[in-house]
Nanobody, 125 residues
Framework: QVQLAESGGGSVQAGGSLRLSCSTS????????MAWFRQAPGKEREGVAA???????SVADSVEGRFTISKDSAENTLYLQMDNLEPEDTAMYYC???????????????????WGQGTQVTVSS
């Protein structure tokens, strides 16, 4: 059974920072594209940032310059460093893994077969 375990969510004030972590298996970490998605109440789930197995990345325009995706291959852990957080970043954040054929699809839902349970991020103004 594929496991993706997120941690690091919490409540912060606007302008603050959080770092999310997603632990997984060696096989998942080395084989699949891994990504962070988020879903706010009443909104569709959207891609935030992704890192393919070759290290190439994609970041959503809405978080470009504020969020950074990285991976510790030795620990099989994906990170999302979130700086200068805004109330609009409030959402449940999910880690996902899947086979992505085209870079343009990294932040779309379709390719992702495996999902974590999510971790809540709340940003107050």
């Amino acid at each position: 059974q594929v496991q993706l375990a997120e941690s690091g969510g919490g409540s912060v004030q606007a302008g603050g920072s959080l770092r999310l972590s997603c632990s997984t298996s060696t096989y998942i970490s080395k084989t699949y594209c891994m990504a962070w998605f988020r879903q706010a109440p009443g909104k569709e789930r959207e891609g935030v940032a992704a890192m393919d197995s070759d290290g190439s990345t994609s970041v959503a325009d809405s978080v470009e310059g504020r969020f950074t995706i990285s991976k510790d291959s030795a620990e099989n852990t994906l990170y999302l460093q979130m700086d200068n957080l805004e109330p609009e970043d409030t959402a449940m954040y999910y880690c996902a893994a899947g086979s992505v054929g085209w870079a343009r699809d990294r932040l779309t839902l379709g390719p992702y077969k495996y999902w974590g349970q999510g971790t809540q991020v709340t940003v107050s103004s």
